[in-house]
């Protein structure tokens, strides 16, 4: 097979948890629903303090309350910013914000088997580097304005063509995604597209979010043409 013959395989949803969730019993029966609405890859656990630190506490009582469910529906469950807790939680993996710990000291952390995400933002000099470290994949963005995550900055599609060019280490795009503006950085070469806001915040509900999501990703799934 010849460069030239290479189909990407097709883009899929990599879900993040609102930064708040106060109802975990709720959340827990609407992540379900959710999840049998569409194809998730993945989910992360991001809960966060009001002043934009990692809540522990939040993460691991929302953990508990969610893992092994999600895991049953083929979803794999990373934790954002502690390796501790993701062992902790029999987590697939952790997700490493750019102010976060080195990936070799976290794969230590995990051992061999745990899946690493690295934020990158626009730098493909820290994403190369953190694939070079161990990284199982890179996370691009933000791609258009988000109210989600502080500390962004601008990032633009050719970023990921470049990358589907150059690197194997899949990729992810990030920040303010929704089904409306997915296809540019679909068909630029996102792996995964990550998604807070665009499912929770959904006008017809989040399962709803899920299933316009992935028509999007399959009408534009080149592994099927």
Not at 13 to 41: Q, S
Not at 101 to 111: C, D, F, S, Y
Request: hydrophobic fraction near 45%; glycine fraction near 8%.
């Amino acid at each position: 097979m010849t460069d030239t013959d290479y189909i990407r395989p097709r883009t899929r949803l990599y879900l993040i948890t609102p930064p708040r969730i106060e109802d975990v019993d709720g959340f827990a029966a609407l992540l379900e629903t959710t999840l049998t609405a569409g194809d998730v890859a993945c989910l992360q656990l991001r809960l966060k303090t009001p002043e934009g630190e990692i809540d522990l506490d939040a993460t691991r009582t929302v953990g508990t309350a969610v893992t092994e469910m999600a895991q049953a529906y083929g979803v794999a469950v990373l934790v954002n910013d502690s390796p501790e807790l993701a062992v902790e939680l029999s987590a697939d993996g952790v997700h490493l914000g750019w102010d976060d710990m080195p990936v070799k000291q976290a794969r230590e952390l995990v051992g061999p088997e745990m899946i690493i995400g690295a934020t990158a933002k626009n730098s493909r000099h820290v994403a190369m580097k953190a694939g070079e470290d161990g990284a199982d994949y890179v996370a691009f963005g933000a791609f258009y304005p988000t109210h989600t995550k502080a500390g962004t900055v601008e990032a633009s599609p050719d970023l990921l063509e470049i990358w589907q060019e150059s690197m194997e280490i899949p990729c992810v795009a990030i920040g303010g995604i929704t089904a409306e503006n997915a296809e540019a950085l679909i068909t630029a070469g996102a792996d995964f597209l990550a998604v807070s806001s665009g499912v929770w915040n959904h006008p017809a509900g989040a399962p709803a979010a899920v299933a316009e999501f992935n028509k999007v990703l399959d009408r534009l799934d080149q592994s099927a043409s």
